[in-house]
């Protein structure tokens, strides 16, 4: 009897209390992480066009176009597809892509989840945080070479 | 030291000496079916004859003491098939043996392991679905991730992909025309349990014949979230594309506890040596995780007993949601973390340092207040205790058997926890208890759950202490690692971590490329299901319900 | 308190419906019980998708339902134009009298229980000699409606939720029944307006808070019993398996869809309030209360047992099928004797 008293005491002290740990989402906006990953933003005057964060990408989110001259064409990105693991971020050599704090992005369809270099460009971001002040993005483990032979692929 | 483990009364074990396994003599054990001996990273493996295997494995169980069959990892050579099972004890997991058996590449059969470890069981029909090997011997050799008008077997290596992989049910044997009812006269009921169920956590379809309110046989059937991320794993380059996908195999989240697993087989693997400094942030995060997932555990596992409107959940995720808070400011992810990097991890802890120190600890020294709450309001409550104490009981040799591993195990009385018997990271350092509980009922399995969270509350403690006072020049978070990881061909390695759900072992073999060329993935989850009908035969539907909700499953990681 | 006529005669006088005879008369009774039946629904209406929603957030530390209108009561509104609006959805093999007539069966009970409670101010449909027998007799037709619509809806979980459901209410409809027996023997009558009457006076007088004799204090075990009871009778936790989302889906109610739903809903919610209304006449003096006028002081009592049902279901885990009949025929139907022939004795000794 006395479990089951204690039990409710606890339920009622938090009834009591008035505090609520939830919050009304769109008026009253969670704090984001610096470090946090969101949708990507792109920068062509920066890009090189290496295509790194290409062969990097493990489930094929980015596509890269490339003329003849090797110029870059095309820059897509499959947001829908995008599993947020920031190795392209991580892997871009000029910062060319940034994985900014915006996690609010909706679409009807499939299809309108797939953004070009433009949409990506214009990917707002968020509450002003700009993830490259915030944090500085480690690029230790790509330049390690390991004992052995250097590989440049 | 806290961490010792209590010392067996030394069994008289075939093979054990004073500086490791004798794989010699275990060969000796079992020479008459021996025909060659293969050398893996992490153990010795005898390869046997394809028709000795139970006389094999019951010699090694028996005599050598091996009653931990972790996995059984099946694949298809060029030339052959090969079922490896991969073999342990609880006392001591480091003791290892791979016991490789090869079968015939036309006609693959091996006899069954079935009868020796009953955790093979749904291991063989794993390697059965996906590789195709068959199993003699074998009680009930169904498909069991794949549905079963699947055609052909995926990992197989001549299996097409284009082409059609489900039939119609016209042209195959229609598993709904299966009558279920046994008779007009019986006297039980057979009821499908999920695959949508407000119980099942996940989809997760468990077929139970009722008689009245007691469960007269169950079956859990399950697949519905199979992805094959073995397979996925295989097609991404070791370096940097396979981290990502384990953590979303467990995303209660247990992801940086399953992001090790893979990050311990490749390192042991290409032999890569982490810092130990990152090996301090990895054990931080890991167990902080590791709260997370103790937390989700319990709030779902009040649902299930409590009802919808219970508190507790809610009780549980504000403070799961403290510790995210933490690790989206560690790792960047709340769930899908992706923070082990080969070698290291990926981040320092973020700057103003001690903010975020003073971060964890305030959460630190919140958790007894908590803790304290959740005593009140579950256990002990007198209802719960009815509910709870004396049901589901799995006592401790029959979880061995089915290979159970974690809380679940620990919450029959086994001692068993690979942070201290298979040590990695800094657990060897630090100063902890292994839990356990003799109750072998749902009471026990959460009780050590909820004790579990106060222990990685002492460890992360111990780490952020640590971290403070590392000397700022040596903080080096990652080793030297080469952009392209080309293990040489044909090593093969099994190493297993304790994550959240319990043992989480990889096994990979690499054939020269920068991408494994076979990767297995024992999952905690999937070995912990199967004894759900030892659990519950014969209890009350509620009973069944609870014992699901104390096995705290993933169909993430049970799928795959 | 001022002794009141039933409300029939109240609007009969009212309305000079006297004149009409026997049409009058069944004018006045539709009259009154519209009122009262009204009084009901729009209790229920609140409690259904605002208040519970309300009280469970602050259990659970949410903020729940604020968008529409003020405190977000608006939902009342949005939510049953969304309940009614929804497809009607009934199963094939669906046993079709039955199907239908079991929402109604569950909700029409328990309004019926409604009318002889005494709700202060004279709102009373009728005072029968009878009425507390009549109330638990009507409000247990409940559990036929349950079974009803278990075994019709042709659905197995529906099945094992209507067996679930009388097994419960029959293991604790005696400790109830036998319990408001020991506030009989006191009040020495089955009529309810009697038994608020015998619950006026004064206790005990501390200063300038007068403690009546309200059968709570006079017997607190026995209120303890019947708030048990009746929690069980209105299947709430921690006796809600009738129903336990977590077992067998909706139990009876998985195959209801759209109006039938809202029925059923509404259902539930009528009985509580009749629950709580059986309490507060039984055990808390009905409508009596200080300054505020005896409707008030009804309703916040029977608000008062809801609050406690939702109360208990944050805080108390659901028991099992087998222990639940175990404790209703092993543990309270034996409590409930004794309290019975206790109450007799000592009412039988001292004189009452």
Known sequence: MIGLLKSMATTMKHALDGQTFTVEYPEDTPEVSPRFRGVHKFSQERCIWCRQCESVCPNDTIQIVQDDQRNGEQYNLHIGQCIYCRLCEEVCPVDAILLTQNFEFTADTKDELAYNKEQLKNVPWYKDIDPLEAREPDRGAWIGEGEGEVDYQ | ????????????????????????????????????????????????????????????????????????????????????????????????????????????????????????????????????????????????????????????????????????????????????????????????????????????????????????????????????????????????????????????PGGILNEWAYARAAESMADIEVPEYAQVLRTMSAELTRIAAHMLALGTFGLDVYGDFNAIFMYAVRDREAVQNILEDLTGQRLMFNYFRLGGVSWDVPEPREEFFEKIREFLDGLPEYIEEYHNLITENEIFQLRCIDTGI??????????????????????????????????????????????????????????????????????????????????????????????????????????????????????????????????????????????????????????????????????? | MVESAPLPETFSDLLGLEQFGVAGEFLAGLLAAGLVGTFVLLNTAVAGPWAKRKITASFTDRISVNRVGPWGLGTIIVDSVRLLSKELIIPEDADRPAYDLAPLVLAGSALLGFAVIPMGNGIQVADPEVGLAYVFAVASIASLGLLMAGYSSSNKYSFLGGLRAVAQNLAYEIPLVLTGASVVIFAGTLQMSEIVAA?????????????????????????????????????????????????????????????????????????????????????LGGPAGPILPGIVWFTIKIWAVFLFTQWARSALPRVRIDQLIEIGWKGLLVLSFANLILTAVIVGVVGV
């Not at chain 2, 006072?469 to 293990?487: F, G, K, M, S, Y």
């Not at chain 2, 990889?506 to 076979?518: E, L, Q, V, W």
């Not at chain 3, 004064?202 to 808070?209: C, E, N, R, Y």
């Open chain 2, 1 to 252: 030291m806290s961490l010792e483990k209590p010392v067996p009364d030394a069994p008289d074990e075939v093979g054990v000496t004073e500086d490791g396994l004798d794989y010699d003599a275990l060969e000796e054990l079992v020479s008459e079916h021996v025909i060659d001996r293969e050398s893996h990273v992490n153990a010795e493996a005898l390869v046997i004859r394809p028709d000795a295997v139970q006389d094999t494995l019951s010699a090694l169980k028996e005599e050598a003491g091996f009653d931990h069959c972790s996995a059984v990892t099946a694949q298809e050579y060029e030339d052959r098939y090969e079922s490896i099972y991969h073999l342990k004890k609880f006392d001591d997991p480091t003791q290892q043996l791979s016991v490789v058996v090869p079968a015939n590449k036309d006609e693959p059969v091996s006899e069954s392991a079935e009868s020796v470890y009953r955790t093979a069981d749904w291991h063989e029909r794993e390697a059965y679905d996906l590789v195709g090997i068959e199993y003699d011997d074998h009680p009930d050799l169904r498909r069991i991730l794949l549905p079963e008008t699947w055609q052909g077997h995926p990992m197989g290596k001549d299996y097409n992909q284009n082409q059609p992989q489900v039939v119609p049910l016209r042209e195959h044997v229609n598993p709904l025309a299966e009558d279920h009812s046994a008779g007009e006269d019986s006297d039980t009921m057979f009821v499908n349990i999920g695959p949508h169920h407000p119980a099942t956590h996940g989809v997760l379809h468990v077929k139970t014949v009722l008689d009245g309110e007691q469960i007269a046989d169950i079956d859990p059937d399950i697949g519905y979230l199979h992805r094959n991320e073995e397979q996925m794993c295989e097609q991404s380059t070791y370096r940097h594309q396979i981290m990502p996908y384990p953590d979303r195999w467990d995303y209660t």
């Open chain 2, 394 to 560: 799995l006592p401790p040799e029959v979880a061995k058997n089915y290979g159970a591993t974690g809380p679940v195990l620990r919450g029959s009385g086994v001692d068993y926890d690979l942070r201290r018997d298979d040590p990695y990271g800094y657990y060897d350092e630090l100063d902890w208890n292994v839990v356990t509980e003799d109750g072998c009922d749902n009471y026990s399995r959460v009780l050590v759950r909820m004790r579990e969270v106060e222990e990685s509350a002492k460890i992360i403690r111990q780490c952020v202490d640590l971290l403070e006072d590392w000397p700022e020049d040596d903080r080096e978070i990652q080793a030297n690692v080469p952009r392209t990881l080309r293990p040489e061909a044909d090593k093969e390695v099994y190493e297993a971590v304790e994550g959240a759900k319990g043992e989480l072992g990889i096994y990979m073999r690499s054939d020269g490329t920068d991408k494994p060329a076979r990767f297995k993935i024992r999952s905690p989850c999937f070995s912990n299901l199967q004894t759900l009908p030892e659990m519950s035969e014969g209890e009350y539907i509620p009973d069944m319900v609870a014992s699901l909700g104390s096995l705290d499953i993933v169909l993430g990681e049970v799928d795959r």
């Open chain 3, 199 to 283: 619950q006026q006076e004064t206790l005990l007088q501390l200063g300038p808070v007068a403690i009546p004799t309200w059968f709570g204090i006079l017997n607190p075990f026995a209120f303890a019993l019947f708030v048990v009871a009746n929690l069980a009778e209105v299947g709430r936790n921690p006796f809600d398996i009738p129903e336990a989302p977590t077992e067998i889906v909706a139990g009876y109610q998985t195959e209801y869809s759209s109006v039938y739903f809202v029925l059923f809903y509404l259902g539930e919610f009528i009985h509580i309030f009749l629950g709580g209304a059986l309490i507060a006449t039984l055990f």
